[in-house]
């Protein structure tokens, strides 16, 4: 019996092609016989590299973790049934980080939902409002102008993958023969697939600065009030980094606040520890970008300040008001938008300018890193000690962290001279799952180029131990904190205070993690002390494949860790 999609030869190269104009260069293939056309068309097309997952919930941030190092769409091939259910995690995930990630999904032949086949849900927009756009991708005939609709509805869903930085889902029915393909489709014979395409570019409309913003910016300047530009999670943007430090230096009102997720080397670290030891003063206009912050420290801070005008840039227009006091957004990349502020003229003559240069508080937060510093030194043995004994060994790495207590401690850490190259969490859902295999496929990009290390907890290393079922394996350096249960709910005021605490929400495991990393052919060591550290790290570093240094710390020692840091907080 022939499939009732695809019946065209064309339309396998077409799907090649079409990816590949896209953008895609990477895959991550899971198997199954229903995805079979897929997967074999894409390989056989000999134009993407891949790697091959057998767990379709890791193989979503596999492929997340490949798009985040160019901001470039992988996808990732799936076949029927539940198989794609498990592709929800990292599809939210994608959403709300901007991702492109581009799903294919297979499927049983329309009509077969509740018939009591194998493997048959309700395939068609099942991720709803997740995803950028779904596409069901059917061809009842051979002729010219269905092959040409096909071309067209496949070409669109992808240009929305790229051009609004998000998931998509193509589904697929088939019928069977499923492995009835040439055992070849030639490279160099696709080529002139889509001759009739241009390839696909992402515009560069330019949105004027809104009249209201114009105005506030240039009435805080007049008035010498303070101006906070917010940088949000983000990449590494050397040429916005060159922007915003000539935008500094032109309007000495600005202050640059970022948290080490933005991955930006201008302006001044958010460290929730000194801001809890004293609040800045806030801004009177609050301009932000990017994705989520961590620090509530942050939100507090800016409570206290009732005129505080705020307006986001967002390109795409999202009204993401998080603190409660949204004045309007401008639809614009950041990088345009801030180079447009940068452009304007100064709403005064330089005779005019009056006032400090924003900056006054520069000797007091100079003066708390000190102090910081100095509690750190003091700490038993703990997660935070760790965690600071390990940042100057992550200079010029890729770093991605666990979620929860883990990121909140690695953004607490002091300032120290160089940071990695890039600073990643998946704060988008902020969900436990994913970090294993977003971290991998970070690195099976990086191919050894750059170090990729993953600070992870062990529960959340637990939950992500299909990540280990990827293939290739890179190199990924895995610093894993055994701090015996969820440790976030040791921390937070509420859950701290149930008599169920541990049973219910720390739930601890009694994980044996020699026995665990030998099961999954990971080199393994524990450090449990200060007196054990250096040896252990030195360990680590030296691995030329993926290895596991579990770092044990014990409940106690943790908490008491956290009432050195913090004294005031319960």
């Known amino acids: 019996m022939k499939s009732d999609a695809w019946l065209h030869r064309s339309h396998w190269s077409m799907l090649a092609t079409s990816l590949h104009q896209a953008g895609v260069r990477r895959l991550v293939l899971c198997p199954g016989s229903r995805s079979a056309p897929l997967t074999l068309s894409l390989v056989r097309s000999d134009r993407f590299d891949y790697a091959v997952s057998v767990d379709e919930r890791s193989a979503g941030f596999v492929a997340l973790g490949m798009a985040l190092r160019h901001q470039e769409p992988v996808a990732v091939v799936c076949t029927s049934g539940t198989a794609l259910l498990n592709l929800g995690p990292a599809v939210a995930e994608a959403f709300f980080q901007r991702i492109p990630l581009v799903v294919l999904s297979a499927d049983r032949p329309l009509g077969s939902v509740g018939h009591q086949r194998g493997q048959v849900i309700h ?69 002139s697939d889509l001759s009739s395409q241009e390839l696909l570019t992402i515009p560069t409309e330019f949105r004027n600065l809104p009249n209201d913003l114009k105005d506030a910016w240039n009435s805080a300047l007049v008035r010498h009030q303070k101006i906070w530009l917010l940088a949000g999670m983000g990449t590494p943007d050397s040429e916005l980094d060159r922007i915003l430090e000539q935008l500094l230096e032109q309007n000495t009102a600005c202050q640059l606040w970022r948290e080490d997720l933005s991955n930006l080397r201008s302006g001044r670290r958010i460290n929730e520890m000194a801001w809890n030891l004293a609040l800045p003063e806030p801004p009177d206009l609050l301009i932000s970008w990017g994705g989520p912050l961590v620090s509530k420290a942050l939100g507090r801070c800016l409570a206290l300040n009732p005129r505080l005008l705020h307006w986001r840039i967002d390109p795409r227009g999202d009204l993401i008001d998080t603190y409660h006091r949204l004045d309007g957004v401008w639809d614009m990349q950041p990088l345009r938008a801030l180079q447009a502020l940068l452009e304007l003229p100064p709403p005064f003559s330089s005779d005019d300018v009056q006032g400090d240069d924003g900056m006054d508080d520069q000797p007091q937060h100079h003066l708390l890193e000190q102090q910081i510093q100095e509690k750190y030194k003091q700490l038993p043995y703990s997660d935070s000690w760790a965690m600071n004994a390990l940042k100057p060994h992550l200079q010029g790495a890729r770093v991605h962290l666990g979620n929860s207590s883990l990121v909140r401690k690695f953004l607490a850490l002091p300032s120290i001279p160089g940071t990695p190259a890039f600073v990643h969490c998946n704060r988008g859902t902020s969900g436990i799952e994913g970090n294993v295999s977003t971290a991998l496929g970070d690195a099976l990009v990086s191919k050894g180029s750059e170090e990729v290390w993953l600070l992870n907890g062990d529960l959340a290393t637990a939950y992500d131990a299909g990540a280990w079922l990827v293939e290739p394996r890179p190199l990924l350096r895995v610093v894993l904190f055994n701090n015996q249960g969820g440790d976030i709910f040791r921390q937070i005021p509420g859950s701290s205070t149930q ?57 106690e020692a943790n908490r008491e860790a956290e009432r050195q840091l913090r004294p005031n907080q319960p």
């Open 123 to 191: 395939q068609n927009g099942v991720f709803g409002a997740h995803v950028q756009g779904s596409l069901c991708w059917v061809n009842q005939d051979n002729s010219t102008e269905a092959l040409q609709a096909s071309c067209d509805a496949l070409q669109a869903i992808l240009y929305t993958a790229c051009y609004q930085k998000g998931p998509v889902h193509i589904n697929v029915p088939f019928q069977e023969p499923l492995y009835d393909l040439p055992a070849a489709l030639p490279k160099r014979a696709l080529e």
């Open 499 to 555: 008599a169920e605490c541990e049973t219910l929400f720390a739930t601890p495991r009694p994980i044996h993690w020699e026995s665990w990393c030998t099961g999954y052919g990971l080199p393994w060591r524990r450090v449990d002390s200060k007196e054990s550290w250096e040896a252990g790290l030195a360990w680590l570093k030296a691995q030329e494949q993926s290895a596991v240094l579990e770092v044990s710390t014990l409940v």
